[in-house]
């Protein structure tokens, strides 16, 4: 696997989430596209983590010099993940086939399952790494985690001048929430407008995420999407339900904790004990 990201932070970071998978090594870590299509002259790679934002030659278009002049002795191109800080290269990165395009900051559980679908795309047999790689992976990943969010002591001017200057960018994005989902079908991708979103419901792999009577499928679980949406404007009800507040229409206490809510659109649906207190808090 090669890593390919300007910011020698984020490779580390990149570094430390790799380290939880020992089906993958690294064979090589480039700041730029032009270094990318170098390292692969020099020696074949399976997989490509690209950054798109990189000086001279970005992501996408060391993609498109791949296709052109295939620098590697593989029977296939490398398999391409896209690591970068916007969703809005998405639509074009699936027309460049590739594997999975993950938003920085990145997520463990969404990388773990990034790294699941290229183990299904390649056709290798998944390993569980023992306990004390584990740990160790962990406390790269804290480390790296503790490094992004750079040292606000560093003078001006210094080596974590830079540093502090992408935490910024990094805690910028975590403070902000979704403002639209990617939705992928068989004719291509599409947008969902969190606006526009009135629930979302758990649906096996899959979450549903329910827009002016229509049923999106996001391969994501409802966990994590829940940690994307504004606490003020969206509440768990129950384990496999998440609601927009301002979509409910009437509360109904049925016992135990629990409620049935009903919603503008009629739908109804009953919450969980364990999520009884969020409801509540509804009612205050």
Wanted: proline fraction near 5%.
């Amino acid at each position: 696997m090669l890593v390919a990201d300007d910011e020698p932070l984020a490779r580390a970071r990149l570094r430390a989430l790799l380290a939880r998978h020992p089906e993958f090594e690294l064979s090589a870590e480039c700041g730029s596209g032009t270094a990318v299509l170098a390292a692969l002259r020099d020696g074949p790679a399976d997989v490509l983590l690209l950054d798109i934002r990189m000086p001279g030659l970005d992501g996408m278009a060391t993609v498109e010099a791949l296709a052109q002049q295939a620098p590697w002795s593989l029977d296939r191109p490398p398999c391409i993940v896209f690591v970068t800080a916007s969703e809005e290269h998405a639509i074009r990165a699936f027309d460049l086939d590739a594997v999975d395009y993950l938003v920085k900051p990145v997520d463990i559980d969404r990388f773990d399952r990034a790294m699941r679908r290229l183990l299904e795309k390649l056709g290798a047999p998944s390993r569980v790494p023992d306990a004390g790689a584990i740990a160790a992976a962990d406390t790269a990943l804290r480390a790296a985690l503790q490094a992004l969010r750079g040292d606000a002591s560093a003078p001006a001017g210094d080596s974590g001048s830079r540093t502090a200057s992408l935490a910024g960018s990094e805690a910028a994005s975590e403070a902000g929430y979704a403002k639209r989902f990617v939705i992928r079908d068989a004719s291509g991708m599409y947008f969902v407008p969190v606006v526009d979103v009135d629930r979302v419901e758990a649906d096996g792999n899959y979450v549903a995420v329910v827009a002016g009577g229509r049923r999106h499928l996001l391969r994501e679980s409802l966990h994590l999407l829940a940690s994307r949406l504004n606490p003020e404007e969206f509440v768990r009800v129950h384990r496999s339900h998440l609601v927009r507040i301002n979509r409910i229409r009437r509360l109904e206490p049925c016992g135990h904790g629990e409620y049935e809510l009903t919603m503008t659109d009629g739908t109804r649906l009953t919450s969980s004990r364990s999520y009884g207190e969020q409801v509540r808090r509804l009612l205050r």
